[in-house]
């Protein structure tokens, strides 16, 4: 069986079970060729620098594996580029048997293989039968861990982010002048050629000793309209969007999968990246950061400082990490996120009684008041224990005019307009409600 029959086998067959045994049965073959191959598709990090490639309608002699690997490679390395990188494509495209072409060498080419098979089913796979020669390297970047999940890591020496509501990008700067950009999960990002363009344009200024990765942010004034682009397959660019860096790593690092480079000194070699190049990189910033000692009352208080400015600017929330730490591709607890805690006072109006299971207990507390110079009306119905529902319920009438404090993640406009509201409101706690207790 020829591998581009392989592809079709795997493709007739949306059973995962079935899959996994074509692949075992072909591991077991040694076929080298074929998941080889697969490598050269699934690899998120090997990249051909072509954007459509056309579909054949006529057989012709046939081309070898070893042929159309020489193309890869050329392409891979940017050896051959624009109007004869087409015309090599179209050279092979025309010696090739048709459906070998359209079935096993183009979907190598599009680095989508269409039969449902990706690098995690192969991997398991060699994983679980021992080939570990036939494992296809995974795409990732670090991600953060939760604060509310590592509160004893909230000490010490921390450098302190706003956290962007955009599309994390990480862009690959290779020494031969090429560059590439991917979302988190490895995807190829195509849409964005104004930001690449600039990069591309400080290589040929500041010339690279090493290829290196660049981690950061793309926003945009309207989030949907750049997750449009990030999926649209046409050639419609967005130049709209910045690019906000935070981190900065050699490509070899990045491929090994971590940076022994402390997170202070990655700061350090962006800057001073990012100011030599600074006059071509109109779309591209550097993240701003704090240093803060959680451990003293005045790094305390700038982190409660900066956690509040991060609200009223509106961001998503604020990025921990410490200065120490390595990169490390996988999900990391030297970065912690945190979404904003919002914290306001306002006087209860109204105390509901629940359905369901809350039925004879507390619902709900409408309140209202002025905070922070902000005009409120809120329903809060959670953060109540069930204890609280029932004693809160008892004393309903003595809960009225008290003073209640509310927790939610942000800010937002009341459809009414005169109000603001509150995203996903919760009960912290009543002040006043003991008896003699002052509000």
Same mark, same amino acid.
């Given at each position: 069986?020829?591998?581009?029959?392989?592809?079709?086998?795997?493709?007739?067959?949306?059973?995962?079970?079935?899959?996994?045994?074509?692949?075992?049965?072909?591991?077991?073959?040694?076929?080298?060729?074929?998941?080889?191959?697969?490598?050269?598709?699934?690899?998120?990090?090997?990249?051909?620098?072509?954007?459509?490639?056309?579909?054949?309608?006529?057989?012709?002699?046939?081309?070898?594996?070893?042929?159309?690997?020489?193309?890869?490679?050329?392409?891979?390395?940017?050896?051959?580029?624009?109007?004869?990188?087409?015309?090599?494509?179209?050279?092979?495209?025309?010696?090739?048997?048709?459906?070998?072409?359209?079935?096993?060498?183009?979907?190598?080419?599009?680095?989508?293989?269409?039969?449902?098979?990706?690098?995690?089913?192969?991997?398991?796979?060699? #994983? *679980?039968?021992?080939?570990?020669?036939? &494992? !296809?390297?995974?795409?990732?970047?670090?991600?953060?861990?939760?604060? $509310? =999940?590592?509160?004893?890591?909230?000490?010490?020496?921390?450098?302190?982010?706003?956290?962007?509501?955009?599309?994390?990008?990480?862009?690959?700067?290779?020494?031969?002048?090429?560059?590439?950009?991917?979302?988190?999960?490895?995807?190829?990002?195509?849409?964005?050629?104004?930001?690449?363009?600039?990069?591309?344009?400080?290589?040929?200024?500041?010339?690279?000793?090493?290829?290196?990765?660049?981690?950061?942010?793309?926003?945009?004034?309207?989030?949907?309209?750049?997750?449009?682009?990030?999926?649209?397959?046409?050639?419609?660019?967005?130049?709209?969007?910045?690019?906000?860096?935070?981190?900065?790593?050699?490509?070899?690092?990045? #491929? *090994?999968?971590?940076?022994?480079?402390? &997170? !202070?000194?990655?700061?350090?070699?962006?800057?001073?990246?990012?100011? $030599? =190049?600074?006059?071509?990189?109109?779309?591209?910033?550097?993240?701003?950061?704090?240093?803060?000692?959680?451990?003293?009352?005045?790094?305390?208080?700038?982190?409660?400082?900066?956690?509040?400015?991060?609200?009223?600017?509106?961001?998503?929330?604020?990025?921990?990490?410490?200065?120490?730490?390595?990169?490390?591709?996988?999900?990391?607890?030297?970065?912690?996120?945190?979404?904003?805690?919002?914290?306001?006072?306002?006087?209860?109006?109204?105390?509901?009684?629940?359905?369901?299971?809350?039925?004879?207990?507390?619902?709900?507390?409408?309140?209202?008041?002025?905070?922070?110079?902000?005009?409120?009306?809120?329903?809060?119905?959670?953060?109540?224990?069930?204890?609280?529902?029932?004693?809160?319920?008892?004393?309903?009438?003595?809960?009225?005019?008290?003073?209640?404090?509310?927790?939610?993640?942000?800010?937002?406009?009341?459809?009414?307009?005169?109000?603001?509201?509150?995203?996903?409101?919760?009960?912290?706690?009543?002040?006043?409600?003991?008896?003699?207790?002052?509000?």
């Amino acid at each position: 069986m020829q591998n581009f029959e392989i592809i079709k086998e795997l493709e007739s067959n949306n059973s995962r079970i079935f899959k996994e045994k074509v692949i075992l049965r072909e591991m077991n073959k040694g076929n080298d060729v074929f998941f080889e191959a697969l490598t050269f598709a699934c690899d998120k990090l090997v990249t051909f620098g072509v954007k459509q490639i056309i579909v054949s309608n006529s057989d012709g002699p046939g081309i070898s594996w070893e042929e159309f690997k020489l193309l890869l490679l050329k392409l891979n390395t940017r050896k051959s580029t624009g109007n004869s990188a087409r015309d090599q494509i179209k050279l092979l495209m025309k010696k090739s048997r048709m459906d070998e072409w359209n079935f096993f060498y183009r979907r190598i080419l599009i680095k989508d293989l269409r039969c449902g098979v990706s690098e995690k089913t192969i991997n398991n796979v060699a #994983k *679980k039968n021992k080939f570990e020669k036939y &494992q !296809i390297p995974v795409f990732q970047c670090q991600l953060a861990q939760d604060s $509310e =999940n590592h509160k004893k890591k909230l000490a010490g020496n921390k450098i302190l982010e706003v956290k962007l509501d955009g599309i994390r990008v990480i862009t690959i700067i290779h020494t031969n002048g090429s560059v590439d950009m991917f979302s988190r999960n490895g995807k190829e990002l195509l849409n964005f050629e104004n930001v690449k363009n600039q990069i591309v344009s400080s290589i040929k200024e500041n010339k690279l000793s090493e290829s290196i990765v660049l981690d950061g942010e793309l926003i945009s004034k309207n989030f949907q309209e750049l997750m449009k682009q990030v999926y649209r397959k046409d050639n419609i660019q967005n130049n709209d969007a910045n690019l906000f860096l935070f981190d900065y790593l050699s490509f070899v690092d990045f #491929k *090994k999968g971590e940076s022994q480079v402390s &997170q !202070i000194e990655r700061i350090e070699n962006l800057r001073k990246w990012y100011q $030599e =190049n600074i006059s071509l990189l109109n779309n591209i910033k550097v993240m701003n950061h704090e240093l803060v000692n959680l451990d003293t009352n005045d790094g305390k208080l700038k982190f409660k400082e900066f956690n509040n400015q991060a609200v009223i600017d509106g961001y998503e929330g604020i990025m921990i990490k410490d200065p120490l730490s390595k990169y490390e591709c996988k999900r990391s607890s030297s970065w912690l996120k945190s979404k904003p805690v919002i914290e306001v006072s306002l006087m209860v109006k109204k105390a509901e009684e629940g359905t369901g299971k809350n039925k004879g207990r507390l619902g709900a507390i409408q309140a209202e008041g002025n905070d922070n110079n902000k005009n409120f009306r809120i329903s809060v119905g959670s953060g109540f224990t069930d204890l609280q529902r029932a004693e809160f319920w008892k004393d309903r009438d003595s809960l009225i005019g008290k003073i209640i404090e509310i927790k939610a993640d942000a800010i937002t406009r009341s459809q009414e307009g005169e109000f603001w509201s509150l995203r996903f409101p919760r009960f912290k706690t009543f002040r006043g409600f003991k008896h003699d207790e002052k509000i």
